[in-house]
């Protein structure tokens, strides 16, 4: 019953991510402004670690979970460095 449940709870979780990873793209590519483009990436990697947690939790492989380390520390230092870019007009000062 539990583990019923908990695959049940992981579709349900991938799918609602998937929405949001399109919702996310959609916006990184239609932004009307650098700012909204960048949250849109923001979220786009956010949604797409958390996709990648969830694969990890239903076959239960560690290769994800090194996977969604990965792109969550890239994903923060380029948003990072794209905002800086935008407030100061450089990256490195």
């Known amino acids: 019953m539990t583990a019923i449940l908990l695959g049940i709870a992981i579709t349900v979780a991938q799918i609602t991510l ?38 990890g939790i239903q076959t239960s492989r560690t ?4 996977a969604a380390l990965v792109i969550s520390l890239l994903g923060f230092v380029g948003t990072v460095a794209l905002a800086k870019f935008l407030m100061r007009g450089e990256v490195i000062e």
């Open 18 to 55: 998937g929405l949001a990873l399109a919702c996310a793209a959609f916006r990184f590519v239609r932004g009307p402004r650098a700012q909204d483009r960048i949250l849109g990436l923001d979220a786009f990697y956010v949604n797409a670690m958390l996709l990648l947690l969830t694969f």
């Open 63 to 66: 290769v994800y979970f090194e």
